[in-house]
């Protein structure tokens, strides 16, 4: 049997979630794409479900692939406190997601919100592509989502602190304070970036947790090299959530692509 998580990826899993109070927004997006593949769904990087959850309450079944077993215990608490049928249509797997080898094939795959960046480098990120390729049925569909970060994003991982928020976590009340520090390397495309999360209430000392995390970015033409060498024929390369086209200025990449 395996340890338990630690005391330091149960409270990093927690804090992931305070990340995203702020809704991205994609939920909508996937289950459209749900509604028109028809089928049995894959996540890789499925984190603490926030978007597998509300798929299997819509009533599809979904696998969800993640290697952090903290973030994955989130998850099914999360789909246990929607009920027992929820629960029962999301499968977890403790996986990395780039090396799933399961006989199980989808009708929609995805890799949501940046999930592709923190692969690490171009080797692991073509190899996810080519999972989720390889776990979809002929006809199946595939969606990625990733950032596009501009000059003045870049410009400002230089290593000096910034303060990205204040927030206060729902399920412990206590303020929420997230700063950070990145670097960017422009040879390898990689930000080494810390994060560090001071949480307590008003007067008192506060808790600190923090973590350091290796991504490699990704342009959107590279993104479409990945899904057609994965043997995808892409559909569609958006800017946004509404699926207009990609142009300048495009903050994200939106791919979605199909398996002949």
């Not at 995203?20 to 089928?39: F, H, I, Q, T, Y």
């Not at 780039?98 to 919100?113: D, T, V």
């Not at 073509?126 to 003045?152: F, K, Q």
Request: aromatic residues 4%; proline residues 6%; negative net charge.
């Amino acid at each position: 049997m395996r340890p338990p998580p630690s005391p330091t990826a149960v409270a990093l899993a927690r804090l992931y979630d305070v990340d995203l109070l702020e809704d991205p927004g994609d939920l909508d997006l996937v289950l459209a794409l749900a509604e028109r593949a028809d089928g049995r769904i894959l996540e890789l990087g499925v984190g603490s479900g926030r978007l597998a959850v509300p798929l299997a309450e819509a009533g599809w079944s979904v696998t969800g692939v993640d290697n952090d077993p903290a973030m994955l215990r989130r998850a099914r608490d999360r789909a246990d406190a929607a009920g027992a049928a929820v629960a029962e249509r999301l499968d977890l797997i403790e996986a990395d997601a780039a090396e799933l080898r399961s006989p199980a094939r989808y009708r929609l795959g995805f890799i949501a919100l940046n999930s592709l960046l923190v692969f690490g480098d171009r080797t692991a990120q073509a190899a996810a592509v080519a999972t989720l390729a390889d776990h979809l049925e002929p006809g199946g569909l595939c969606l990625i989502d990733l950032w596009l970060p501009d000059a003045d994003d870049l410009a400002r991982y230089d290593g000096r602190i910034f303060l990205e928020y204040i927030r206060v976590d729902p399920e412990t009340g206590r303020t929420v304070i997230k700063t950070g520090s990145a670097l960017h390397d422009g040879a390898s495309q990689t930000v080494h970036l810390t994060t560090i999360y001071d949480e307590g209430a008003q007067g008192e000392s506060p808790i600190r947790w923090s973590r350091t995390d290796r991504i490699r970015l990704v342009g959107a033409e590279e993104l479409v090299v990945f899904a057609e060498a994965a043997g995808l024929e892409v559909e569609l390369l958006a800017r946004g959530y509404d699926l207009e086209p990609i142009g300048p200025g495009a903050d994200r990449a939106i791919l979605v692509a199909m398996r002949p």
